[in-house]
């Protein structure tokens, strides 16, 4: 299970790779794997302190909130300034999500490898299953949005973003489902929560919007 938190990003940027990157976006691979994985050291630090100081409240719906924040909005509130300052702020004005994909998901694996270590020896598997699924497909939806955000432009584009927003929001639903005791409900939102960011992100990184 653990291994699974530390291998499915960077198996998952294989794939989509090998489906969807031409020879050329391959090639440009390298370098925004190498600013991902550097970038993430300062932000897994920044996300360590704000962390430390926010304390669950067990039980409640605010449980769900503080998941929304912990897992899929502060990591990538961390991200964009490490993106902008590695890609000299350019990359702001038209995003492509096969570079986004390239830059997220293995900084996304230094944030998973941080979560496992937090998790390690606890009965739950929803820490080593669940939220790998969850993050993956919250990244996809995250490409997704901000490429169509880009092509469509401001404010029309700002739009797209509610994606990547509910996605957020109903996989922190998911992944406290299995704290609130209702570990059925939990698995099924997983499942259909990382097929429908999986399959939005993937249809524009198929389409190529910023492409044409």
Do not use: D
Request: charged share 10%.
């Amino acid at each position: 299970m653990y291994a699974f938190m530390l291998a499915s990003a960077p198996l998952l940027l294989l794939s989509l790779s090998a489906w969807f990157y031409t020879t050329e976006e391959r090639k440009g691979n390298p370098s925004f794997i190498f600013k991902g994985m550097i970038g993430s050291f300062p932000a897994i630090l920044l996300w360590l302190a704000i962390t430390w100081l926010l304390k669950p409240v067990w039980g409640s719906a605010s449980l769900v909130f503080y998941y929304w924040f912990k897992y899929f909005l502060l990591p990538v509130f961390l991200a964009a300034p490490v993106w902008g300052l590695a890609n000299h702020w350019v990359s702001f004005r038209n995003f492509r999500s096969r570079e986004i994909l390239a830059f997220m998901l293995p900084y996304a694996t230094a944030f998973l490898a941080v979560w496992m270590a937090q998790s390690w020896g606890t009965p739950f598997a929803a820490a080593s299953l669940a939220l790998p699924l969850l993050t993956l497909g919250a990244i996809l939806a995250l490409a997704g949005s901000l490429e169509l955000c880009s092509w469509y432009g401001f404010p029309a584009g700002l739009s797209w973003l509610l994606v990547w927003v509910a996605s957020g929001l109903l996989s922190a639903v998911a992944y406290s489902l299995f704290f609130l005791r209702y570990e059925l409900a939990g698995l099924l939102l997983t499942l259909a929560v990382t097929a429908g960011g999986s399959v939005f992100g993937i249809i524009v990184l198929k389409r190529r919007f910023n492409s044409l």
